[in-house]
């Protein structure tokens, strides 16, 4: 082994012009990633490390090409959950995307008022139509539900007046960091905990209501499940209560399912924004990228004067959404008006794909199997499979479906689905007992094709 010297590196110049050929990058991106990466390599060999060039070429190519793998792009979603928080949760339909391309590339009237020629109100027309759908007094949106529960919290919980009260078994972690105690304490509320984990009585409740009450807060416990000697009061006996002593009853309901999801597919019941206002919650927040099936936002509903107050809060500014995301999730809120009376003709694709039968998704793979033909490296079939919701949503339902199967030979279960990860286009499914799948109820009918082009590209 022969040690290098220094001035075998590879010049970054000529590396990095070599690398722009076959990675198409932006030049200086990639003149600072070699600068960085032969950095390190010069400090390994001046520390004594035995190194030679075509292994510094090799790696720093590698690690290029992860970087470059990194920018966002689209991904085909073969692993069966529809509101993948990793792959972006929910997908748009076409009047939503048509409609933020054409907000996007030109001016708009997003705080302008067009019959008067004066200065008008943002998200107005949303407004309505969320008030309108929900069957609420008034609505308002911010960037996503944690940022909605910590503008309510902030309004509703400051100086003395602080106390929020909370079941224990509510004091949920959401993933990605969202803690109902750390939400509680960033907003500077002070989380006063009721019940016990399995059951919270509404004498719970009412005993720990004092002056310094500000606000009731239920959560709802979508990412995980609770059975057996549970219980809880309703919301309607919560509502009582509070309104008893005067006091606000705030709900984060998460997932915000808008319709009866349960009446698409066989999943459990997910709660709805309309029904906690209807049973007396004072405000709901949720998301508009989970079951909703918009984009990434989070949507407050309820009295009136609680939503104004909100607005007026210095911190609703540094919340709110820009005009790409209230043209989507405003062409969403539309999509279900429209289609309020017949939610099977929705264009709300994560709806869609929830409720698409098996008999249609056995019918493209057996298309899709077709296309591919037969293979020399393995066998390919198609296969009952289950999807889920995913998002921290609904943990026990399980939705049948159906998925292509790979039981791959002369080629790794890994480097199959590592091959396709970093395949044009990325596709993501996952290993089951021994076999790779691509479930078809992720996967659109317009990315059909791809699949089949890639399987016996990689498997013929
Ligand atoms: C998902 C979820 C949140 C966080 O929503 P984001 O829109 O991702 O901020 C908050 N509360 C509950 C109950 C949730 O399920």
Same mark, same amino acid.
């Given at each position: 082994?022969?040690t290098?010297?220094?001035?075998?590196?590879?010049?970054?110049?000529?590396?990095?012009?070599?690398?722009?050929?076959?990675?198409s990058?932006?030049?200086?991106?990639?003149?600072?990633? #070699?600068?960085?990466?032969?950095d390190?390599?010069?400090?390994?060999?001046?520390?004594?490390?035995?190194?030679?060039?075509?292994?510094?070429?090799?790696?720093?190519?590698?690690?290029?090409?992860?970087?470059?793998?990194?920018?966002?792009?689209? #991904?085909?979603?073969?692993?069966?959950?529809?509101?993948?928080?990793?792959?972006?949760?929910?997908?748009?339909?076409?009047?939503?995307?048509?409609?933020?391309?054409?907000?996007?590339?030109?001016?708009?009237?997003?705080e302008?008022?067009?019959?008067?020629?004066?200065?008008?109100?943002r998200?107005?027309?949303?407004?309505?139509?969320?008030?309108c759908?929900?069957?609420?007094?008034?609505?308002?949106?911010?960037?996503?539900?944690?940022?909605?529960?910590?503008?309510?919290?902030?309004?509703?919980?400051?100086?003395?007046?602080? *106390?929020?009260?909370?079941?224990?078994?509510?004091?949920?972690?959401?993933?990605?960091?969202?803690?109902?105690?750390?939400?509680?304490?960033t907003?500077?509320?002070?989380? #006063? *905990? #009721?019940?016990?984990?399995?059951?919270?009585?509404?004498?719970?409740?009412?005993?720990?209501?004092?002056?310094?009450?500000?606000?009731?807060?239920?959560?709802?416990?979508?990412?995980?499940?609770?059975?057996?000697?549970?219980?809880?009061?309703?919301?309607?006996?919560?509502?009582?209560?509070?309104?008893?002593?005067?006091?606000?009853?705030?709900?984060?309901?998460?997932?915000?399912?808008?319709?009866?999801?349960?009446?698409?597919?066989?999943?459990?019941?997910?709660?709805?924004p309309?029904?906690?206002?209807?049973?007396?919650?004072?405000?709901?927040?949720?998301?508009?990228d989970?079951?909703?099936?918009?984009?990434?936002?989070?949507?407050?509903?309820?009295?009136?004067?609680?939503?104004?107050?909100?607005?007026?809060?210095?911190?609703?500014?540094?919340?709110?959404?820009?005009?790409?995301?209230?043209?989507?999730?405003?062409?969403?809120?539309?999509?279900?008006?429209?289609?309020?009376?017949?939610?099977?003709?929705?264009?709300?694709p994560?709806?869609?794909?929830?409720?698409?039968?098996?008999?249609?998704l056995?019918?493209?793979?057996?298309?899709?199997?077709?296309?591919?033909?037969?293979?020399?490296?393995? *066998?390919?079939?198609?296969?009952?499979?289950?999807?889920?919701?995913?998002?921290?949503?609904?943990?026990?339902?399980?939705?049948?479906?159906?998925?292509?199967?790979v039981?791959?030979?002369?080629?790794?279960?890994?480097?199959?689905?590592?091959?396709?990860?970093?395949?044009k286009?990325?596709?993501?499914?996952?290993?089951?007992?021994?076999?790779?799948?691509?479930?078809?109820?992720?996967?659109?009918?317009?990315?059909?094709?791809?699949?089949?082009?890639?399987?016996?590209?990689?498997?013929?």
């Amino acid at each position: 082994m022969i040690t290098m010297s220094l001035r075998e590196l590879p010049s970054v110049e000529k590396f990095a012009n070599s690398l722009s050929k076959i990675i198409s990058l932006p030049k200086p991106l990639i003149i600072g990633f #070699v600068r960085r990466e032969l950095d390190g390599w010069r400090q390994q060999i001046l520390d004594g490390k035995e190194v030679n060039r075509e292994e510094i070429e090799t790696s720093v190519t590698e690690n290029l090409n992860h970087f470059a793998a990194s920018k966002l792009k689209p #991904v085909i979603n073969g692993t069966g959950v529809l509101i993948h928080t990793n792959l972006g949760r929910s997908p748009l339909g076409k009047t939503a995307a048509d409609a933020l391309v054409n907000i996007a590339t030109g001016y708009s009237n997003l705080e302008f008022n067009l019959p008067e020629g004066t200065r008008g109100k943002r998200a107005g027309y949303l407004e309505t139509a969320l008030a309108c759908l929900l069957d609420a007094e008034a609505s308002t949106v911010v960037n996503n539900c944690a940022a909605a529960l910590i503008v309510i919290l902030r309004h509703l919980a400051n100086g003395e007046k602080n *106390e929020v009260i909370v079941s224990r078994g509510e004091l949920v972690e959401i993933g990605g960091g969202f803690r109902i105690p750390e939400i509680l304490e960033t907003s500077g509320a002070k989380l #006063v *905990e #009721v019940g016990a984990t399995n059951k919270t009585h509404l004498s719970d409740y009412a005993n720990a209501i004092t002056p310094n009450t500000a606000l009731i807060l239920k959560v709802h416990r979508s990412n995980f499940y609770m059975g057996g000697f549970t219980a809880e009061p309703e919301a309607s006996e919560l509502s009582a209560l509070a309104h008893e002593h005067g006091i606000p009853l705030v709900e984060d309901i998460g997932s915000g399912a808008l319709m009866n999801t349960d009446e698409l597919a066989p999943i459990d019941h997910e709660p709805t924004p309309q029904a906690s206002l209807k049973n007396g919650i004072d405000l709901v927040c949720f998301s508009g990228d989970k079951l909703l099936g918009g984009p990434q936002s989070g949507i407050i509903a309820g009295k009136s004067d609680l939503i104004a107050g909100i607005k007026n809060e210095p911190f609703f500014r540094a919340v709110r959404c820009d005009k790409l995301i209230l043209t989507v999730l405003q062409e969403s809120i539309d999509e279900y008006l429209r289609t309020q009376s017949d939610p099977s003709q929705t264009d709300i694709p994560t709806l869609r794909n929830l409720a698409e039968t098996t008999q249609k998704l056995q019918a493209r793979a057996d298309v899709i199997l077709s296309k591919i033909g037969e293979i020399t490296k393995g *066998e390919i079939t198609s296969a009952n499979s289950t999807a889920t919701t995913g998002g921290g949503t609904m943990p026990t339902s399980q939705i049948p479906s159906i998925a292509l199967s790979v039981n791959p030979t002369g080629i790794s279960l890994n480097q199959l689905s590592r091959s396709l990860r970093t395949g044009k286009p990325a596709i993501v499914g996952y290993t089951d007992q021994e076999k790779f799948c691509l479930d078809l109820r992720t996967i659109f009918p317009w990315q059909d094709d791809a699949i089949a082009s890639q399987l016996r590209t990689i498997l013929a």
